[in-house]
């Protein structure tokens, strides 16, 4: 057991006490719904019901991966692989662009000019994402500016692509909507992530005649490593818990199954349908995935320190 001495001590104490507020918060908000939600799921419990919930042991598990249900579009099959779609086609071109526009940022030499690139690409991420999908919606009206550039592009005139309408374009609309959304907040992190890399290494590398490709291959991705791992996992678990793009595009009746992701369709089966039982299941699952893809990758990255 270590030894403290009476400073270190009352550091320690006034450390705990100042912590203490953020530990009871997550505590209260995040850790009590996971444990909520987990002990739920073996339950068939309904909302509003004054019944007590049946203990039902795993056959809300058991139903949500029943092969009975995997031809339906609104079963729980449909919404792991339309998150599944959703994610992959907006986590890659968030990573890949939010990087190379990050570079084009630091590479310029005129402070307004990086100011107002920055300003330019991090004003969406601050609008609401009910915000940003009611702006698209009006771009992707027939008579919106996604037809009128689109039909500019292939050089047709008065084509209707039913963005909303279309099952492939309204995903695709999903996509743009959210990747217009945050490729700015990532483009941040990684001008944050370059800025620390000291310039010395990058004028030893101009001295010894390396190119502009060779020194972003061999020096600035590998000394980016921790900001790459980081953006990567967190637009990926943005991906993963995506709901407010696909419920602004929900109109009536049953959700189309493009759009029917897990968090939807954990909000139709717990709220619309009072399945608190089956939603908390599905939750479980989420977080389960969010949780395994999380460890993947810092797997997959082995280190998360870099020496210059």
């Known amino acids: 057991m270590p030894r403290y001495s009476g400073i270190e001590r009352k550091q320690a104490r006034w450390g705990l006490i100042f912590v203490a507020p953020a530990m009871l918060f997550f505590a209260v908000f995040s850790y009590y719904p996971i444990l909520n939600a987990f002990a739920t799921s073996f339950f068939n419990k309904r909302a509003l019901s004054k019944a007590p919930p049946r203990f039902i042991g795993l056959d809300n598990y058991l139903r949500l991966f029943s092969l009975k249900t995997a031809g339906n579009e609104l079963s729980f099959y449909n919404s792991l692989r339309s998150t599944a779609i ?18 084009l940022i630091a590479s310029l030499d005129g402070k307004r000019a990086k100011r107002a690139l920055q300003v330019a690409y991090y004003t969406p991420a601050v609008l609401s994402s009910v915000v940003a999908a009611t702006i698209w919606m009006l771009i992707f009206d027939p008579r919106g500016l996604a037809n009128q550039w689109l039909n ?15 099952r492939s374009m309204e995903q695709l609309s999903t996509m743009i909507i959210y990747f217009w959304k945050y490729i700015g907040y990532f483009v ?36 980016l490593k ?83």
Not at 152 to 166: I, N
């Open 226 to 308: 921790p900001t790459v791992v980081m953006v990567s996992i967190m637009s990926m678990l943005q991906c993963l818990k995506t709901f407010s793009t696909q419920y602004m595009l929900y109109t009536n009746g049953a959700p189309r199954g493009p759009i029917n992701v897990i968090t939807f369709n954990i909000y139709v089966t717990g709220i619309q349908e009072q399945y608190l039982g089956r939603a908390s299941a599905m939750s479980v699952v989420l977080f389960v995935v969010m949780l395994f893809f999380t460890w993947f990758q810092f797997r997959l990255s082995k280190a998360d320190d870099v020496e210059y």
């Open 152 to 166: 500019g592009l292939l050089g047709l005139t008065g084509v209707d692509h039913l963005w909303l309408v279309d």
């Open 86 to 103: 959703f994610t992959v086609g907006t986590f890659v071109p968030l990573l890949v662009l939010s990087l190379l526009a990050a570079a």
């Open 188 to 223: 941040i992190l990684f001008i944050t992530g370059l800025s620390s890399i000291p310039p010395t290494i990058y004028e030893a590398a101009r001295i010894d005649g390396a190119g502009k490709l060779q020194v972003f291959g061999r020096i600035t991705l590998p000394l």
